[in-house]
């Protein structure tokens, strides 16, 4: 649309009379926060969205920190304790065997802890850091719920799954947030880099322009602070970050596949949400609408800047603003995912593409083109690596394959690495060694 190319500084008289009411749809919603009901910032034809080509996909809370005050137990103490010993061994075998199973979950235990608490755990779902009983001020536990949780289940349920896994390793009390982070995930015509940083009216002294390769990657503002933002380029950013379950989850909600998606992330830490009278984790989820409304109206505000106005806090908003800030926090946030899992293994379309690319790097440093001539010169190939590498540690070559793996699932959260299930393989090395060395 020719409206996409045009929203600069330049056309302010056009956007002033285009965000008129668009200021004071934002401004009304400042009281919100102090309510129980839960905000509507309802996104409407007054904000010129259609024109923008704006359209939100997915918006709901993406990172979430929490801490629980309580006591652990001093059986898992213990047991913790012996399992960080283990996980610090330098025998990778003994390693594989640093797991903690909770249900379903099968955390790693992590050979080092995080600041002042000595034990960590971590899955696909949660980071878990724990305390020792009678650990003075600290939280019995400090946890991030992984943003792919959350694009499955609602935050109040993967709290729900939380709270099970810490009932589990002692008494806890109801979770405080810690952090949170709110999320729109977007397409619009709007190009991203068309204004400068001074059209960024914030309480925030930081605004940062960031470029990944030469491509222009997004802004950050606030960043280092107890509260901050970015506007980014989410598409891009997945190149690197591995999310693709996002896309499915965008192409439900209407992306077309191509079109760069964008994100505009706040980051609230405890000392703004204890400011604001919401550090509970009910009262938090209760109120997401106003801290969306307080972020994008009185902390930060995209505008479009008038040079014959020195009062910037007059300067009108630009209409991207102006629909982001209206995304309806009281309704639906988008689809989630059908399905999770508390493996964090990678993903096996991408090891398969991996394993192809080997396959054809080989075929072509041996001149081959034949596939079936190609697989049976890989497995001649592996046997003789595997064999070579066994010599040289001196075990079974199934035994070195198993450590591996276990080595990788205790990483994954794919397998439990039981020492009672593990066979015993040192009198088939012997008989393979002296075979092999022709004894």
């Not at 020719?2 to 004071?24: F, I, M, V, W």
Request: charged share 25%.
């Amino acid at each position: 649309m020719e409206t996409c190319s045009q929203l600069h500084p330049s056309n302010q008289k056009q956007s002033d009379d285009a965000c008129g009411s668009d200021r004071a749809c934002a401004a009304d919603q400042r009281a919100e926060l102090d309510k129980d009901a839960t905000p509507s910032n309802t996104a409407s034809n007054n904000c010129n969205c259609e024109e923008i080509g704006f359209i939100p996909l997915r918006w709901g809370v993406d990172s979430l920190y929490l801490s629980y005050p309580g006591m652990l137990a001093d059986s898992v103490t213990r047991k913790l304790e012996a399992l960080k010993k283990t996980a610090q061994s330098e025998a990778e075998a003994e390693q594989a065997k640093a797991q903690y199973c909770v249900g379903d979950h099968v955390f790693e235990v992590k050979d080092k802890g995080a600041g002042m608490f000595p034990f960590v755990l971590r899955d696909n779902a949660f980071r878990i850091s724990l305390s020792r009983p009678k650990g003075g001020a600290l939280p019995m536990a400090y946890v991030q719920v992984s943003s792919q949780l959350l694009a499955a289940f609602s935050p109040q349920r993967a709290e729900a799954m939380l709270s099970d896994v810490l009932l589990q390793l002692g008494d806890i009390e109801p979770a405080k947030v810690s952090r949170v982070d709110l999320y729109v995930d977007f397409v619009s015509c709007v190009d991203m880099e068309s204004w400068n940083r001074h059209a960024w009216v914030t309480r925030a002294h930081k605004v940062g322009t960031h470029a990944v390769k030469g491509e222009f990657s997004g802004w950050s503002i606030g960043l280092g602070g107890v509260m901050s933002a970015r506007l980014y380029n989410k598409t891009l950013e997945i190149e690197s970050s591995g999310k693709e379950y996002l896309k499915e989850l965008w192409l439900r909600a209407g992306w077309d596949g191509i079109s760069p998606v964008w994100r505009l992330e706040f980051e609230f830490h405890r000392e703004v949400l204890t400011q604001k009278g919401v550090s509970g984790l009910r009262e938090t989820l209760r109120h997401l609408g106003g801290l969306w409304a307080y972020a994008t109206d009185e902390w930060l505000r995209l505008t479009l800047p008038n040079e014959d106005d020195a009062t910037r806090s007059r300067w009108p908003i630009h209409p991207l603003w102006a629909c982001l800030a209206s995304v309806d926090w009281g309704g639906d946030g988008g689809p989630l995912l059908d399905r999770f899992s508390s493996v964090s293994a990678p993903n096996e379309k991408q090891v398969v593409s991996r394993l192809l690319s080997s396959i054809t790097t080989l075929m072509a440093l041996n001149g081959d083109t034949c596939l079936d001539t190609a697989w049976d010169g890989l497995r001649l190939r592996l046997d003789n690596h595997l064999h070579n590498l066994s010599m040289w540690e001196g075990v079974h070559p199934r035994q070195y394959v198993e450590e591996k793996v276990r080595i990788k699932a205790r990483r994954f959260n794919s397998i439990l690495n039981r020492e009672d299930e593990a066979p015993d393989y040192d009198e088939e090395a012997r008989q393979y060694l002296r075979a092999s060395r022709g004894g």
